[in-house]
């Protein structure tokens, strides 16, 4: 943990998106073979059992803010995965993941300041639109079951950013994450449990990866760098995570890209470049811990 505390946090940011996605891509194939359900406890079990070994994070001694802090994290973290995955029941997965990524750039326009911030957050928004497609699915189409999916995965999203910066705040290294994905996965046990007499040597093993990729890896780099950077620099940073989706699904499923959606993944580049740039550090008046 003190060498990632050297690591500029922008650079975590991006090593956790790069994770997640490819994380994801690999998550594509396991959802059909165990429900949604089954694909998320599965993650959140074993990087919960990973995260735990490593971090041996203590019961005792923490105050009732420090234990509500986790409990919301916890919550907002299973809640998060959940909900997305279930959207993808319902939805074409980009217009699932344009609807979730509401939460973040929401919160990031909420957290502005300077003009420019608000034209990033603008830049990143129109990007992730061409990228994921949503601009070409009649609304009429649409599930509203799935709706309602996506967009409370963007508002537990949110939740997650503002909740990983008090939760480092409040806890040595990774003590408040380990204690928040047991508390995560406590809460998406029930929805998936019925999936255990599937998981054989086959899907134990995927599930594994996932959990590295899509929870372990990713989560532990976030808390570190959101001690150190605002949830409104967080929040834009993670507009390239369309852009990584979009690579990990040419790179591990074939998915090829067309030009519009070059053109997306350039805009939430240029986004991410603007925080790099003006926005990665923290404001001494800014906080996402308090």
């Not at 940011?13 to 359900?37: K, M």
Request: aromatic letters at 6%; hydrophobic letters at 60%; a neutral charge.
């Amino acid at each position: 943990m003190s060498r990632l505390s050297s690591v500029p946090a922008p650079l975590l940011v991006l090593a956790g998106v790069v994770s997640v996605q490819f994380g994801g891509a690999l998550a594509a194939t396991l959802v059909p073979e165990i429900g949604a359900g089954g694909s998320v406890v599965m993650r959140l079990l074993f990087a919960t059992v990973i995260l735990v070994a490593i971090a041996r994070p203590r019961v005792r001694g923490h105050s009732r803010r420090a234990w509500l802090t986790v409990l919301g994290f916890g919550l907002a973290l299973g809640l998060m995965n959940f909900t997305f995955y279930g959207s993808l029941a319902h939805l074409p997965i980009g217009v699932a993941v344009t609807i979730e990524f509401l939460g973040p750039l929401l919160l990031a326009a909420a957290f502005s300041r300077r003009l420019l911030d608000l034209a990033a957050v603008l830049a990143a928004a129109a990007g992730v639109l061409l990228i994921s497609e949503a601009l070409t699915i009649p609304f009429a189409d649409l599930d509203w079951t799935g709706l309602g999916l996506a967009a409370t995965a963007g508002a537990c999203w949110a939740a997650y950013i503002i909740f990983s910066g008090r939760t480092g705040a409040e806890f040595d290294k990774l003590e408040g994450l380990a204690l928040a994905m047991v508390v995560a996965t406590v809460v998406t046990l029930p929805f998936g449990i019925a999936s255990v007499p599937e998981w054989d040597a086959s899907v134990l093993a995927r599930g594994l990866g996932i959990a590295v990729l899509s929870s372990v890896l990713p989560y532990s780099l976030e808390l570190v760098a959101l001690r150190r950077m605002t949830a409104k620099a967080f929040g834009i940073l993670l507009s390239l995570e369309p852009a990584v989706a979009a690579l990990a699904g040419l790179i591990v499923l074939g998915q090829l890209l067309h030009g519009w959606q070059l053109a997306g993944m350039a805009l939430v580049v240029l986004a991410s470049a603007i925080v790099l740039g003006l926005g990665a550090r923290k404001d001494p008046a800014e906080s996402t811990g308090s």
